[in-house]
Every structure is written in C-alpha cells, then in structure tokens.
T-cell receptor
Framework: GNSVTQMEGPVTLSEEAFLTINCTYT??????LFWYVQYPGEGLQLLLK?????DKGSNKGFEATYRKETTSFHLEKGSVQVSDSAVYFC?????????????FGDGTTLTVKP | KAGVTQTPRYLIKTRGQQVTLSCSPI?????VSWYQQTPGQGLQFLFE???????NKGNFPGRFSGRQFSNSRSEMNVSTLELGDSALYLC?????????????FGPGTRLLVL
C-alpha cells in the first residue's frame, strides 16, 4: 500500500535559519505530492504541490522537488520566520487508490524562535 | 469565494450516543472527503463522496457513515460513540477528486467523547 514517511520532530530553529523537512514515499502508481501546513486550531492549508517527476513546487519561500528516483519530496526554506511555526504534513495522492484520498505523513512540528 | 465550512466546530458527547457532522464544500466543488485526525494515528481517510455517491472508503468500522446531498454538502455520522472516536474530523473538497487536484480543508470539528 501507499505510505509517507516524514522526518521525526519536533524541529526547533532560530529565526533566519535554513529548514529541511525530509519526506519519502511509497506508492503503487504515479502519485501527486503535496505539502500542507496546519496552524493551531485550524485545518490544513496547501503549501505547495508537484504532479510529476522533477517538478518543483514553491510558495512563500518554501520549495520541494519531486524526485522519482529517490521517492522523495523534501521541504526546504532558506530563512525561516517565527510565523512559520506550525505542523507540516507531506502527502500523496495516487491514482491507483481512486478518488479523493490522500495519504499523509505523521507531521513535523516546527518551532521558530526569535 | 468562501472556503470549506464545517459545523459544529466543537462537540462533546458521551459513549453510546451518535453524532452528525456537516461539511459545506467550496462552491462548484463536487468531491468531498472526510478524515479523522488523532495524535496517535495521524490523519486517516474515512470516505469520499462525489455526486451523492460514495466512491472510496477507508478502513473504519460501519459505525462511521456519510452521505452527500445534491448541492454537494456532506454529512458524516458516527453511531454508538466510543472513547477512541475523540478526534478532529476534517473535511476537504475538490473539483472532482482527481489525484492532481488540491484538496481544500475546512477548520474541522473537534469531537470529545466522555
């Protein structure tokens, strides 16, 4: 079956530090890959996505590249801010599992200190 | 355009009771998916509806059910509540549920079972 593995958290960084959150996946088909962010008391918001190999998704300074050869989709940001503190989820959607279903990693809690 | 709305936002029930949660998707979206989020199990897929039909179902007992109306609004029902059903229930909508599409999440309904 499908699965997503994220680096374990929590992650604590100082403001302006470089961020990497690792994500690897296992999928039956050819999935689309997503990063979502969840702020306290809220639902998930899409951060970025990539739908085919070598695509780079980017948004708000965050980037991730779909690497089919290493089955990875690592999230990076060059300089984090306090406002980036949240829980980050890597997810995949696989056409072999039919419609409307995403498989999520366990989430990585990021805390950025001033 | 209004986002995904969920009602109620918070619920407290006792074991054995049943509960109904509601989700209104983004206007024009016809696919609605439901997820359960708990600290121990993370985000788990419950089911997905499209055009009033359940197209996909996760590994949850039959106590969990849902439906979708002609206006794409969806409800999920949990009967004979157990303590372990305490969770954040998230719904997500998309145009048609295809794998490349972004799912837009509501803020969730937090259910506490006593």
């Amino acid at each position: 079956g499908n699965s997503v593995t994220q680096m374990e958290g929590p992650v604590t960084l100082s403001e302006e530090a470089f961020l990497t959150i690792n994500c690897t996946y296992t999928a039956t088909g050819y999935p689309s890959l997503f990063w979502y962010v969840q702020y306290p008391g809220e639902g998930l918001q899409l951060l970025l996505k990539a739908t085919k190999a070598d695509d780079k998704g980017s948004n708000k300074g965050f980037e991730a590249t779909y690497r089919k050869e290493t089955t990875s989709f690592h999230l990076e940001k060059g300089s984090v801010q306090v406002s980036d503190s949240a829980v980050y989820f890597c997810a995949l959607s696989d056409p072999s599992t039919n419609a409307g279903k995403s498989t999520f990693g366990d989430g990585t809690t990021l805390t950025v200190k001033p | 355009k209004a986002g995904v709305t969920q009602t109620p936002r918070y619920l407290i029930k006792t074991r054995g009771q049943q509960v109904t949660l509601s989700c209104s998707p983004i206007s024009g979206h016809r696919s609605v998916s439901w997820y359960q989020q708990t600290p121990g199990q993370g985000l788990q897929f419950l089911f997905e509806y499209f055009s009033e039909t359940q197209r996909n179902k996760g590994n949850f007992p039959g106590r969990f059910s849902g439906r979708q109306f002609s206006n794409s609004r969806s409800e999920m029902n949990v009967s004979t509540l157990e303590l372990g059903d305490s969770a954040l229930y998230l719904c997500a909508s998309s145009w048609s549920g295809r794998t490349q599409e972004t799912q837009y999440f509501g803020p969730g309904t937090r259910l506490l079972v006593l």
